[in-house]
Nanobody, 116 residues
Framework: QVQLVESGGGLVQAGGSLKLSCVIT????????MYWYRQTPGRPREEVAS???????KYADFVEGRFTISRDNAKKTVYLQMNNLRPEDTAVYYC??????????WGQGTQVTVSS
């Protein structure tokens, strides 16, 4: 059974940085494009970034060059380095694959709070 465990969130002032990590077990990590999503109360989850098996990356428009997604296949871990954080980045951040997202399998997420 797959497990997705996100970590690295916290409280940071605007302009600060955080690095999120997500370890995945029970899945063939290297075979999946990995995604980071975020969600705030009352709003649907939105895609933040993705990295495919060739390590090609994509970012949502709101990232504006501030975040970097990366992966370590040996550690079955995907990362999200977030710099120059803004209060509007406050959300719970989740990682996932398309396969497990479509089956509504999610981890607990990690809370990111950015104070102004």
């Amino acid at each position: 059974q797959v497990q997705l465990v996100e970590s690295g969130g916290g409280l940071v002032q605007a302009g600060g940085s955080l690095k999120l990590s997500c370890v995945i077990t029970g899945a063939v990590f290297r075979a999946h494009t990995m995604y980071w999503y975020r969600q705030t109360p009352g709003r649907p989850r939105e895609e933040v970034a993705s990295i495919d098996i060739d390590k090609d990356t994509k970012y949502a428009d709101f990232v504006e060059g501030r975040f970097t997604i990366s992966r370590d296949n040996a550690k079955k871990t995907v990362y999200l380095q977030m710099n120059n954080l803004r209060p509007e980045d406050t959300a719970v951040y989740y990682c996932n694959t398309a396969f497990h997202r479509n089956r509504n399998v999610w981890g607990q997420g990690t809370q990111v709070t950015v104070s102004s």
